[in-house]
């Protein structure tokens, strides 16, 4: 057996399979179920005793989507650079840019309870004071910050009132088309008299709890009503088209690819006071986590 | 946990999937092929020339395909057995930078 550490396919797949069987592996105690963690300069931090060189007051905190990791951030052509990161010499005092890694198939009103829980640790160990919280959700990791801000006012937590930014980049508020697919297709084959049907019924069936709540973009751990968003917070909403023009057709059929403008910009929820919404045609899904044009607009935004 | 753990319980995390996936899929193709050639053998009943031989044909044609598939999956669930990917003795890995 190899003793080196383990590789990057090997975090990939360990990511891949998460998002797909996250919360079957999590039963299971199954090792390839990626563990929450915070991390910095990719070290994982303790959140108890953070040990961070020039830990500022200000912390941006970037959160992942669907089957990805920490790495989707890294801006392309960069030395590592992430929005965090260029953050840090635009704002007063800098900023520490601090990323989650999560196991995207656990549920996502889950992942947000630990996310809040841990938000609570930190503020509270962190070196110096913290004045300022800044929350970068990508796609699944939009669902993820509203999951932790209803936790956390849930709670009583003391982070809610440092957070000062929520940015929801490609965030499926009102589910993903691919995801909503996939539960309609489950179930129109499912109720077929045909055994091979309903085997691939069955097989589309398997996907975790974590890709069921990006159907309807849930965050709660039971239906009913949703929490509006935070009142003291500004939220900024970025979105993707796949063509550059905007009136192109593929972007009305796909979005960003996975996630439709209007869901991107929740336009089925009611009473949402935006501070900022920005679209970025010929930017897909993926790119929007690392792109120049968004780390551009998030500078002026947040600084 | 060392480097050398994290290898050894993430490669034991692959077998549990990997057997346990090849375990429930083989099930799953057994009754995808048992149907489709229900569907074969149900015209075949249909027809007076092939109807007395293809209620035996049938037979053992889905005998013989039961005891391959579910050969394979008990197969790929003692592998995971002995391979050691037993749930009670996962620890979950330690995080580190990818």
């Known amino acids: 057996m190899p003793s080196n550490p383990m590789s990057r396919w090997q975090h990939h797949t360990s990511a891949i399979a998460s998002g797909f069987f996250g919360d079957w592996l999590e039963s299971r105690r199954n090792p390839l179920a990626v563990s929450l963690a915070l991390l910095h300069s990719g070290t994982e931090l303790d959140l108890a005793h953070p040990e961070i060189d020039n830990a500022s007051g200000t912390l941006c905190i970037s959160i992942h989507g669907l089957m990805e990791l920490e790495t989707v951030w890294q801006l392309p052509n960069t030395h590592g650079e992430s929005y965090g990161s260029m953050l840090s010499s635009s704002v007063q005092g800098g900023v520490t840019d601090l990323v989650l890694r999560y196991n995207t198939g656990r549920p996502i009103y889950r992942n947000g309870q630990d996310l809040s829980e841990m938000l609570e640790k930190l503020v509270s160990s962190w070196p110096v004071p913290v004045t300022r919280l800044i929350l970068l959700g990508h796609s699944m990791g939009g669902l993820v910050i509203r999951g932790a801000c209803h936790a956390g006012s849930t709670a009583g937590h003391r982070w809610l009132g440092l957070l000062s930014d929520c940015v929801y980049i490609g965030a499926p508020h009102d589910g993903s088309w691919l995801a909503k697919g996939a539960h309609s297709m489950a179930g129109m084959l499912n109720e077929r008299p045909r055994d091979y049907l309903k085997v691939i019924g069955e097989v589309i069936d398997l996907r975790s709890e974590g890709i069921r709540n990006l159907s309807r973009g849930e965050f709660l751990e039971q239906g009913g009503d949703e929490p509006p968003l935070l009142p003291d917070t500004r939220h900024y909403v ?64 947040l600084v | 946990m060392s480097a050398q753990n994290n290898q050894h319980g993430w490669w034991l995390g692959m077998a549990d999937m990997l057997t346990q996936g090849v375990g429930h899929g083989v099930m799953k193709i057994e009754r995808v092929h048992l149907a489709i050639a229900d569907e074969t053998f149900g015209i075949l009943e249909r027809v007076p020339v092939t109807q007395p031989w293809s209620r035996v044909v049938r037979v053992s044609h889905h005998g013989i395909s039961r005891l391959c598939y579910r050969s394979v999956s008990l197969a790929a669930t003692g592998a995971g057995l002995a391979m050691g990917s037993d749930p009670k003795t996962f620890r979950p890995a330690k995080c580190t930078g990818v």
């Not at chain 1, 023009?245 to 929820?269: C, I, M, T, Y």
């Open chain 1, 238 to 301: 970025i979105c993707g088209l796949l063509a550059r023009s905007r009136k192109h057709p593929v972007n009305a059929w796909f979005g960003d690819a996975l996630v439709h403008e209007g869901s991107a910009q929740g336009q089925e929820k009611s009473g949402w006071q935006l501070a900022g919404v920005a679209t970025f045609p010929g930017v897909d899904h993926l790119r929007l986590a690392h792109h120049p044009d968004v780390a551009n607009q998030l500078q002026e935004w």
